[in-house]
């Protein structure tokens, strides 16, 4: 069977490519972004698609010889680059109406639990609303609504609540009695294999969950023992002390910067995490894991350590680099100009040089402090600040090495810094 895959490069939709791959069938899988992608996974069939901007057009040739789609194609909130209402709906359309022009009938449509207009999220609105697009069509459709999917690598709240289960003596958590129905990754990729089965169910929704209902409380003290860290003292902070900590994330997703605190996750929060799985429960050949079973079933590694406790400390360091380049470049063309224009001056540079030579490293210090708390090509802007730093430390030794011997060491200072940086851009890539 030739399968499509739309969103094959995410979180749900690489396990599914892999999956069916195993299992010998075609993988066409369909992403925004694929340089990385085709790196990592060469051999799947790489096509490139944007559900904020594609139509029924763009997806005919896509669809050649597809036996089957499957879409897992998401996003939390609008942000920079980001549409929810494009992407879940509008999109979305699109590619249903396009598998029902080319006569791809089997259509399987990876929604969420609680996409539900009680849930008063735009994020809940947009889901419900691609799933009514889907279901107005001619298709053989099957929609799957996950609860927390737990898998051995983690994305978005389950990236958050690794990160939260690193954090030393305390667990601060937002909804810590909220309940969930924790599915394991691969009882959901064979929920999917059976729904393509050919006498698979058709046109029915289902609320796709594991037997066992557990808190957001109960799921942190898993993965603490799982990671060796022992216990924690959890503090369930109310979401309108939190709701502050949300607004600024929806800010962040405006600078181009992803976090799952956002104000769609809080609200959905308060709403229906868990679901209803007992219709699919009752009708599946699958007999799904615990977490705890499944996690026993995958020690933890050092990797996961690091992970877990990188997940706010790295965070608040890229935060001190940027903040620190920042400010260092606006204290030079403020309180410091004067010295630093005497110190120019005292190694042959006039003044109206010295302006120049001022003026474009405070522009280039600003200009990394900026990017880097934006965390925009982090990578990049890590190397540019320590290969800046290194150029600034070679002509302080030519010029002014007399700056070598300074009390407080301000060039001295400077080598723990680059130290950060390098381990800013080691540790960039965050999914």
């Not at 898993?222 to 902070?237: E, H, K, M, Q």
Request: glycine residues 10%; proline residues 4%.
């Amino acid at each position: 069977m030739r399968i499509l895959i739309c969103g094959a490069a995410g979180f749900i939709g690489s396990h599914l490519a892999a999956h069916f791959r195993a299992l010998g069938h075609d993988v066409r899988a369909a992403a925004r972004r694929t340089g990385e992608a085709r790196q990592r996974l060469p051999g799947y069939e790489w096509i490139e698609c944007d559900f904020r901007h594609d139509r029924e057009a763009d997806w005919h040739p896509r669809l050649d010889g597809v036996d089957a789609v499957i879409n897992c194609v998401g996003v939390l909130q609008d942000g920079l680059g980001e549409n929810s209402r494009a992407v879940h709906v509008d999109g979305a359309a699109a590619l249903f109406r396009a598998c029902e022009q080319a006569g791809v009938r089997r259509v399987i449509h990876i929604s969420a639990v609680g996409a539900d207009s009680e849930a008063q999220s735009s994020y809940a609105d947009d889901k419900l609303a691609g799933e009514s697009a889907l279901k107005a069509l001619d298709l053989d459709w099957v929609i799957l609504r996950p609860s927390l999917v737990i898998a051995r690598n983690t994305y978005g709240g389950t990236s958050l609540i690794r990160a939260l289960a690193g954090l030393p003596w305390i667990s601060p958590l937002v909804g810590a009695t909220q309940r969930f129905r924790p599915v394991m990754m691969p009882d959901l990729c064979a929920a999917v294999e059976e729904c393509l089965a050919p006498d698979a169910a058709v046109r029915q929704s289902f609320d796709v969950g594991g037997k066992t209902e557990l808190s957001m409380a109960d799921i942190l003290r898993a993965y603490r023992r799982w990671l060796g860290f022992g216990p924690s003292w959890v503090v369930d902070i109310p979401a309108s002390l939190a709701r502050p900590a949300f607004w600024f994330g929806d800010l962040l997703g405006w600078l181009g910067v992803r976090t799952s605190l956002r104000s769609n996750s809080l609200k959905q929060l308060q709403y229906d995490v868990a679901g209803h799985p007992e219709a699919w429960l009752a009708q599946t050949r699958i007999e799904p894991k615990s977490l705890d079973q499944f996690l026993d079933q995958s020690p933890a590694g050092i990797a996961d350590k690091w992970q877990a406790r990188l997940g706010f400390a790295r965070p608040v360091a890229r935060f001190i680099l940027g903040l620190f380049w920042l400010v260092s470049g606006l204290i030079a063309l403020s309180a410091g100009r004067v010295e630093a224009l005497a110190y120019l001056e005292s190694v042959g540079v006039t003044a109206g040089m010295g302006e120049g030579v001022l003026w474009s490293t405070s522009l280039f210090d600003i200009a990394l402090g900026l990017a880097m708390l934006v965390n925009w090509r982090t990578g990049w802007v890590a190397g540019l600040m320590i290969a800046g730093t290194l150029a600034y430390v070679a002509a302080i030794t030519v010029l002014l090495p007399a700056l070598w011997a300074e009390p407080l060491g301000p060039v001295v200072k400077v080598f723990p810094g680059m130290a950060l940086a390098l381990l800013i851009a080691a540790t960039q890539d965050e999914r």
